[in-house]
């Protein structure tokens, strides 16, 4: 009894040093490289915002006598009340009619879209010939087009108009709208639809209870990039568009500049700030849905 209690116990030691030891052998070096390539990058994302929330604030003597990068010693909103006082709320409203009547058509045309190529790509040769016109719409850039929409619009009587922006923005959305839903779309799983199919659900039914709710991820990550997208075009504007009052938020940026701010740099960049605030609360109300629609194909 004494050999195999110390037998037990010599057991017991050694059990207790191999696990005293495997987190020291597991246990991972701090990757200071990486670390500090981090802090740098967010340097520079953070400094110029920065900068730009701060001069915002100054007085225009305030910021030709001060630092750059000091903050200022008496904060005014002066800047922010000359934009708002002209057209800016006009531009601003152009901008989002336009980005909202560009996202909600070409979305959900594109996820209609998706989910028929997925569903019949293998039956229908119709919708795979689709599915590689939407492939090619890729690879044509909006510069290279610029010319046919121009002669187009004019030729629909639509120019320096809203609808005129709006349009050509729905089709140049459409192709990675579609490209992106289709490839959520493929990863669910079949046993669904079928399970669907035998409940004696309809293809609509289908679409919306199913497909969708399992792809809203996938719908919030495209709602998103398309918003960004035309909220920030500046060559269909300046193209489609020539009376002050269709302008949009970054033609008006521009105008700013060359107009009666061209020395006024903090108006020109409280009208930056007000620019960049719907951006930042739209990525704030859809911040979880899009980090799961970026990194979901990341853990297959």
């Known amino acids: 009894m004494s050999v195999s209690q ?18 020291g052998r597991t246990r991972q070096r701090p990757n200071w ?16 915002i920065y900068w730009i929330v701060v001069t915002s604030l100054k007085t225009q003597t305030n910021y030709y006598m001060t ?9 005014t909103l002066d800047n922010y009340r000359l934009v708002l006082q002209l057209d800016f709320p006009l531009y601003f409203l152009n901008s989002l009619i336009v980005a909202v009547g560009t996202v909600i058509p070409s979305v959900l045309f594109a996820f209609m879209a998706a989910y028929a190529i997925v569903r019949s790509a293998g039956a229908s040769r119709f919708l795979r010939s689709v599915n590689s016109l939407f492939l090619m719409g890729l690879a044509i850039p909006l510069q290279a087009t610029i010319i046919p929409v121009y002669l187009i619009i004019i030729k629909l009587r639509l120019y320096d108009s809203l609808t005129g922006l709006v349009l050509p923005s729905i089709a140049f959305a459409i192709p990675l709208s579609v490209l992106v839903l289709a490839n959520f779309i493929r990863d669910v799983p079949k046993e669904l639809f079928e399970s669907m199919r035998l409940d004696g659900a309809t293809e609509w039914m289908t ?5 969708f709710p ?3 991820p996938a719908v919030v990550t495209v709602s998103i990039y398309n918003a ?10 300046l193209i489609l568009t020539q009376s002050p009052d269709k302008r949009t938020l970054p033609l008006a940026l521009a105008a700013f500049q060359g107009g009666p701010y061209g ?3 903090p108006a020109v960049l409280a009208s930056v700030v007000l620019t960049i605030v719907p951006i930042l609360a739209l990525y704030t ?5 899009l980090l799961s629609g970026l990194t979901a194909g990341f853990g297959r």
């Open 6 to 23: 110390t037998t037990t116990g010599i057991e017991q030691t050694a059990a207790s040093k191999t696990s005293h030891r495997r987190p």
């Open 214 to 216: 399992l792809t809203r």
């Open 33 to 48: 490289l990486g670390g500090t390539v981090s802090w740098l990058w967010l340097a520079v994302v953070i400094i110029p």
């Open 228 to 237: 960004l997208t035309v909220w920030n075009g500046f060559l269909l504007p």
């Open 207 to 211: 679409l919306w209870r199913l497909a």
């Open 67 to 75: 630092n750059p990068l000091a903050p200022p010693t008496d904060p």
């Open 263 to 265: 020395v006024n740099v």
């Open 285 to 289: 109300i859809g911040r979880r849905q």
